[in-house]
């Protein structure tokens, strides 16, 4: 197993955001986590990388046990993120910003810099731009690159459809397609349920802080609960949205 | 009252200048500290101080009796700027260690890192007046000025019109320029200025770049303190004298000079303290130069009500530094 976690409670304060939660995700897999605004989804990536300390539980990577490795340190095992909100460092340009992804580790990056100049031709017309006067698209192209840059394991991706529009969405999950072909095994959490199920291998339903449900993305695309309450109970829509855009 | 003016302009421009220029270089570490972890570093003053002292111990051991000149001059000016350096560069990392890094670790307010800030001062300023300048200075009344041995030669280099231009002034200015214009560099060529940069413009995406929060927080009040060892060095070489307060008044008009040109903007740290030098020191001719410290405070208060952000915002977070 690449990443492994088991119980793992997080507290805010006194409120507990994560009251025990456990996933896995196996190399080479697209893991999508749903679930509402405030179920923890977000809480769940930045204790992964180290943004936030576990009250209890523990978190495996690559077999090791990595639940006190510090943040800075676990990006150099591998453990990417494109966090919410994009954090796009707004005063540095396109191009600063991508080797800020490369900042920990040495070598030659011309080779990393074209793949992803390459997966976002979109990003190779505006290096010089500063990343605060970007569009919202333009700036998440930036967040996954970044990510990318790092030479992650696992690329963990927070929402990287909000705040998008339609076909810009589907751009971005095809390029996370891609980017899993490739060889990098993603962990994608988002509100887009139905599009998330239909990208991702294995899904995590999440509701106030635990996992409702574990399954094969294709089985909950098609479970009435889930139906009812992620994906408006209408299939439909969203399938047609991604065969005219993809 | 006009011909005041004119007449005492070229005079008022070259101390305005020299004063400015060690306000600005004090400004630099209020504003790096504030860019990274939005903290007013209250305490930067008494670091402002210990520079002072650390070139009087140099200046002491040494015992250095008349003005230098020539390489002399050079060396002794080389080695009490390290040691200025590395002393007030010291005392800024031992201070976030002691005073800020214990708050922020277990997530306490601004506010409780402010009142720790002043905290700090208070017992830098009384440690310094009490234990340091009676026992390591030998100098049994503590908080009286103390003189130093004059180091250069301050007869005017040039003049222009009615203006003496004088060594200690060209140093003052010149230095810190150079001083400026490295940390500029610094900021923004460099890896670690790439690191900081980050970290004062999102400090959790910062974490997800592998970058090292505790390192540039570290570095940033070392480099902080730099500047001001430097500056409390050409106080030292202008004035000729500290204390163990110095740094209070000076302390707050460098604040003045960071909050006027856009506290976290370097580049308006350094327009900042020109300006205000210039501005209390033209200030003077009109009211007197008693009136010079209520000049920089009245600038600070309408600052602060009209146009908080500065003259130039705040840029290490949104745009170049
Ligand atoms: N910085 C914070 N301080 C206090 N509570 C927080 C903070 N961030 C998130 N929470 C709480 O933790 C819970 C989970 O939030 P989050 O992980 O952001 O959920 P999601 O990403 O699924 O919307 C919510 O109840 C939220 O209010
Ligand atoms: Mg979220």
């Known amino acids: 197993m690449l990443l492994e976690i088991s119980d793992m409670r997080v507290h805010y304060g006194k409120i507990e955001a994560l009251k025990g939660i456990s996933l896995e995700v196996d190399e080479g897999e697209i893991v999508t986590l749903i679930g509402a605004n405030g179920a923890g989804k977000t809480t769940t990536l930045k204790t992964i990388s180290g943004l936030r300390p576990v009250s209890s539980g523990s978190i495996r990577f690559q077999g090791k046990n990595i639940t006190k490795v510090p943040g800075h340190k676990r990006v150099l095992l591998g453990i990417g993120q494109s966090p919410e909100g994009r954090g796009v460092f707004p005063g540095m340009t396109v191009h600063e910003n991508l080797l800020m992804g490369a900042y920990a580790r040495k070598g030659d990056l011309s080779k990393d810099l074209e793949e992803v100049y390459g997966l976002f031709p979109r990003l190779a017309e505006r290096k010089t731009q500063f990343g605060g006067t970007m569009s919202g698209g333009e700036q998440q192209m930036v967040a996954i690159g970044r990510a990318l840059m790092t030479k992650p394991r696992v690329l963990l991706l927070d929402e990287p459809s909000m705040g998008l529009a339609p076909l810009l969405v589907a751009q971005i999950f095809d390029i996370i397609r891609e980017i899993n072909r490739r060889g990098t095994t993603v962990l994608l959490v988002e509100q887009n349920a139905s599009q998330a199920l239909q990208l991702a291998h294995r899904a995590y339903v999440l509701e106030t802080g635990q996992v409702l449900k574990s399954a094969p993305a294709a089985d909950l695309l098609n479970d009435p609960e889930v139906r009812a309450a992620y994906l408006g109970g209408d299939l439909g829509q969203p399938e047609e949205e991604t065969s005219e855009t993809g | ?321």
């Open chain 2, 1 to 321: 009252m006009l011909n005041d003016f004119i007449d005492q302009f070229g005079p008022s421009t070259v101390g305005g200048l020299a004063a400015g220029a060690i306000y600005a270089l004090i400004a630099l570490g209020y504003t790096m500290v504030y860019g990274v972890l939005r903290l007013i570093n209250f305490a930067h003053s008494e670091i402002f101080m210990i520079g002072t002292f650390s070139g009087l111990a140099v200046i002491m051991t040494l015992g250095v009796s008349e003005p230098q000149s020539g390489i002399a001059l050079i060396g002794l000016l080389l080695l009490l700027s390290v040691v200025a350096m590395v002393g007030s560069g010291a005392a800024a990392v031992a201070l976030e260690q002691i005073a800020y890094r214990p708050l922020r670790k277990k997530g306490s307010s601004r506010l409780a890192a402010l009142i720790s800030a002043i905290g700090a001062s208070i017992f830098l300023q009384e440690l310094f007046a009490i234990v340091v300048i009676p026992h390591l200075y030998d100098h049994p009344r503590g908080r009286d000025n103390i003189g130093t041995q004059q180091l250069l030669d301050k007869e005017p280099l040039f003049t222009l019109g009615n203006t003496d231009v004088r060594p200690d002034h060209l140093i003052v200015i010149v230095a810190s320029i150079a001083m400026m214009i490295a940390l500029d560099f610094f900021v923004n060529r460099s890896r670690i200025g790439r690191g900081i940069r980050a970290t004062a413009q999102n400090p959790e995406t910062a974490v997800l770049m592998g970058i090292n929060i505790d390192r540039i927080v570290r570095i940033t009040f070392f480099v902080g303190g730099c500047m001001a060892g430097i500056a409390g060095l050409l106080y030292l070489l202008q004035f000729e004298e500290t204390r163990y307060n110095i740094g209070f008044v000076l302390g707050i008009k460098a604040f003045t000079a960071a909050v006027l040109g856009g506290i976290g903007n370097l580049r308006g740290a350094l327009l900042g303290g020109l300006a205000l030098g210039l501005i209390e020191n033209w200030g003077a001719i009109f009211f007197g130069s008693a009136w010079k410290d209520v000049i920089a405070f009245t600038v600070l208060v309408v600052i602060l009500m009209f146009r908080p952000t500065g003259i130039l915002g705040e840029s290490l977070q949104v745009a170049r530094a």
